[in-house]
């Protein structure tokens, strides 16, 4: 009896280290495997700034420059991998865009730091005549090096409503940013103070069946922006 009692114990104690071994050798394996966090991994977001630069635009050029400075290094010191790229249209030095003659869009950057992106805002001019928004929203989908993973959203800086669009129509515009999953945010006339609400609203918001609806993106009010550009940065963090 006593012979078969410790056997049994014997018996127990070999499950019970095997149970110990198979468990040591799980946190093993649990521990072996290289931990990821976020900081090691920042989102990549692409964002495109179209400015415009028609004449109208000479006594906000100089606080929208300030501000997407602003904007763009607030997000290159957060938890993101951002690139900037930035289209002007409007300005008679605007070329290169989808159109022939001054006020098309045009390039300015590709995608770069902060600190490219300041550069670039440094040499915007506010002393064209149209403001071919689509148009530019078109050009910068073609003409951007976009990274593949990356999230992509369009902000547009106007004081008036989309005219002299040469080659693409609202419709357009929104079928580009859709298919791209891209948010448009549109700094822009909304409550009036330039005479181009009505316009705008039905362009680039905040009405329904517009760019900024269509693409769950949202407007602003320029004047607002040019003293606090603090919701615009908010909604960028969001997306």
């Given at each position: 009896?006593?012979?078969?009692?410790?056997?049994?114990?014997?018996?127990?104690?070999?499950?019970?280290?095997?149970?110990?071994?198979?468990?040591?050798?799980?946190?093993?394996?649990?521990?072996?495997?290289?931990?990821?966090?976020?900081?090691?991994?920042?989102?990549?977001?692409?964002?495109?700034?179209?400015?415009?630069?028609?004449?109208?635009?000479?006594?906000e050029i100089n606080a929208v420059?300030?501000?997407?400075?602003?904007?763009?290094t607030q997000l290159e010191a957060?938890?993101?991998?951002?690139?900037?790229?930035?289209?002007?249209?409007?300005?008679?030095?605007?070329?290169?865009?989808?159109?022939?003659?001054?006020?098309?869009?045009?390039?300015?950057?590709?995608?770069?730091?902060?600190?490219?992106?300041?550069?670039?805002?440094?040499?915007?001019?506010?002393?064209?005549?149209?403001?071919?928004?689509?148009?530019?929203?078109?050009?910068?989908?073609?003409?951007?090096?976009?990274?593949?993973?990356?999230?992509?959203?369009?902000?547009?800086?106007?004081?008036?409503?989309?005219?002299?669009?040469?080659?693409?129509?609202?419709?357009?515009?929104?079928?580009?940013?859709?298919?791209?999953?891209?948010?448009?945010?549109?700094?822009?006339?909304?409550?009036?103070?330039?005479?181009?609400?009505?316009?705008?609203?039905?362009?680039?918001?905040?009405?329904?069946?517009?760019?900024?609806?269509?693409?769950?993106?949202?407007?602003?009010?320029?004047?607002?922006?040019?003293?606090?550009?603090?919701?615009?940065?908010?909604?960028?963090?969001?997306?």
């Amino acid at each position: 009896m006593l012979f078969g009692a410790l056997s049994r114990r014997v018996r127990a104690i070999g499950h019970l280290s095997r149970w110990v071994i198979a468990i040591g050798l799980f946190a093993l394996m649990l521990f072996a495997v290289p931990q990821v966090s976020a900081a090691q991994t920042p989102q990549e977001a692409d964002i495109v700034f179209i400015v415009d630069e028609s004449g109208s635009m000479q006594d906000e050029i100089n606080a929208v420059r300030a501000n997407v400075n602003n904007i763009a290094t607030q997000l290159e010191a957060a938890n993101l991998d951002p690139r900037f790229a930035l289209v002007e249209f409007g300005g008679r030095n605007a070329s290169g865009g989808t159109g022939v003659g001054p006020g098309n869009p045009g390039l300015t950057t590709n995608l770069t730091d902060a600190a490219g992106l300041s550069a670039a805002l440094g040499g915007l001019v506010a002393n064209g005549g149209i403001e071919p928004g689509f148009d530019a929203v078109s050009l910068a989908r073609q003409q951007i090096s976009f990274r593949p993973d990356a999230g992509v959203c369009y902000v547009l800086v106007s004081d008036e409503d989309s005219n002299g669009d040469i080659s693409t129509t609202q419709q357009d515009a929104i079928n580009i940013l859709v298919a791209q999953g891209a948010p448009f945010f549109g700094i822009v006339d909304i409550d009036n103070s330039q005479g181009f609400a009505a316009q705008t609203a039905d362009q680039y918001g905040p009405n329904a069946g517009i760019l900024a609806a269509e693409t769950g993106g949202e407007v602003f009010e320029i004047d607002g922006f040019d003293t606090n550009p603090q919701p615009v940065l908010d909604s960028l963090f969001e997306e």
